[in-house]
């Protein structure tokens, strides 16, 4: 059975840190392997706006607000994403939300990163 179990968020105060993680079962690891995860973030009442994603092992990319603070990575043996937050500010509050690591076009169901300030 296909399941995406995500987690990591919580309350963090401004420069502190978190690692959100989405991991997939249920599928083969070939399959994962051929997947290019993808993080986004909504704030309530705004667009999603993306974050971050990875393709193949190292190639990856991110938004402007996120580059140099933020980390996407991958395990593919444990079919994995990550996404390691450093540095975070309290713009950076919002949903955040894997996409593309259970299936291509599938949602995780967002964790909530609240930073206090």
């Known amino acids: 059975q296909k399941q995406l179990v995500e987690s990591g968020g919580g309350v963090v105060q401004t420069g502190g840190s978190l690692r959100l993680s989405c991991r997939a079962s249920g599928i083969i690891t070939s399959v994962f392997n051929a997947y290019t995860p993808e993080w986004y973030r909504q704030v309530p009442g705004k667009e999603r706006e993306f974050i971050a994603r990875i393709s193949g092992i190292r190639d990856t990319e991110y938004s402007d607000t996120v580059k140099g603070r933020f980390t996407i990575s991958r395990d593919n043996s444990r079919k994995a994403v990550y996404l390691q937050m450093n540095s975070l500010k309290p713009e950076d509050t919002a949903v955040y939300y894997c996409?593309?690591?259970?299936?291509?076009?599938?949602w995780g169901k967002g964790i909530l990163v609240n930073v206090s300030s």
């Open positions: 996409a593309n690591v259970l299936a291509p076009g599938y």
